[in-house]
């Protein structure tokens, strides 16, 4: 177990003052069983600005934020400490039938995994369905390992395609990432989705933060640290949603903070909204995210969790 702090800010800024509408934030963490929320507090200006909180369709916490007032800078600022219990690696307790591919989801699981295992992007001339099939390799004297199948693309991406971080909105093609030979988080992470989905797995798009213990003076760069990350959950018998981050070649979720789930990567976007101005007044934005590792867990009475709210908590 590792105790993580989050800090992420953003802030818009304008030459003028303009007037903004919704926000649509997703920064608070999905509390489960290996992701316990500790704190949380959103302090967001210009004030006063209220708040409503909601679940979308995956069961992802969001946060709307209205205003009242023009401003020429917009803030957030969240802060969230968690307890994590990642998967060890390589730890997987797939149902013997599925250890094997290729398999069949139970009868039980099919409707609700249906839209994880349909591609959503074009891939006319079959270039991801031929780069997925080269993981499909025969074992020792008997069918391919699905859990080497899933591994070996993971740690393929890592190893062979070359990452640029880009502030753009968006992802780029799953095809236009293959030929490239190089893209973002979000991209490597909607190729190996649609990569699975092409072999008949459920899987699913990850927002979240990422732990780079480097930046905490430790050992262990990873890429991607410093904003928010994205990676991929592919669903396999008796373990479940199982986490694959292609950027970093991990598996199991080590160093990674699930914030939202979705079938598709628009669907996950950390920040979203709208301002009404000048198209000149915009002068750019600015992302700031550091994770950073507090020691030892929360420890015993650990305080109930505060409901996020407009302004210092």
Same mark, same amino acid.
């Given at each position: 177990m590792m105790t993580l702090d989050i800090h992420h800010t953003t802030v818009y800024r304008y030459a003028n003052p303009v007037t903004f509408g919704d926000h649509r934030l997703m920064f608070r963490p999905r509390d489960s069983h290996d992701l316990r929320l500790v704190e949380t507090g959103l302090v967001i200006s210009p004030v006063p600005a209220s708040v409503r909180w909601l679940h979308d369709v995956f069961g992802n916490s969001i946060a709307v934020a209205r205003f009242d007032q023009p401003a020429a800078e917009l803030r957030f600022e969240s802060h969230i400490r968690v307890e994590h219990y990642p998967m060890g690696e390589l730890e997987f307790p797939i149902e013997d039938y599925a250890r094997s591919y290729p398999f069949s989801y139970s009868a039980e699981e099919v409707p609700d995994l249906a839209l994880t295992t349909q591609r959503h992007y074009p891939d006319p001339d079959h270039l991801v369905d031929d780069w997925a099939r080269r993981f499909v390799t025969l074992g020792e004297g008997g069918p391919p390992d699905t859990q080497a199948m899933l591994v070996s693309m993971t740690r393929s991406i890592k190893e062979t395609f070359t990452y640029q971080a880009r502030d753009l909105e968006g992802t780029q093609s799953p095809v236009e990432t293959l030929t490239l030979k190089s893209g973002s988080c979000r991209d490597f992470a909607l190729l190996m989705? /649609? $990569?699975a989905r092409s072999l008949g797995f459920a899987a699913r798009f990850v927002s979240g933060y990422l +732990? =780079?213990? $480097?930046?905490d003076g430790r050992e262990g760069a990873m890429t991607g640290g410093g904003a928010t990350h994205a990676w991929v959950e *592919? +669903?396999?018998?008796?373990?479940?949603? *199982? /986490?694959? =981050?292609p950027t970093n070649g991990i598996v199991g979720g080590r160093n990674l903070i699930r914030v939202a789930v979705a079938r598709d990567p628009a669907q996950a976007v950390p920040l979203a909204g709208s301002w009404t101005g000048a198209p000149a007044d915009f002068l750019g934005m600015t992302v700031d995210v550091q994770v950073t590792a507090t020691g030892g867990p929360g420890g015993n009475g650990a305080p109930e969790n505060p409901a996020p709210q407009a302004g210092p908590v």
């Open positions: 989705m /649609e $990569a +732990y =780079d213990p $480097a930046r *592919v +669903y396999l018998p008796g373990c479940g949603w *199982v /986490e694959f =981050d």
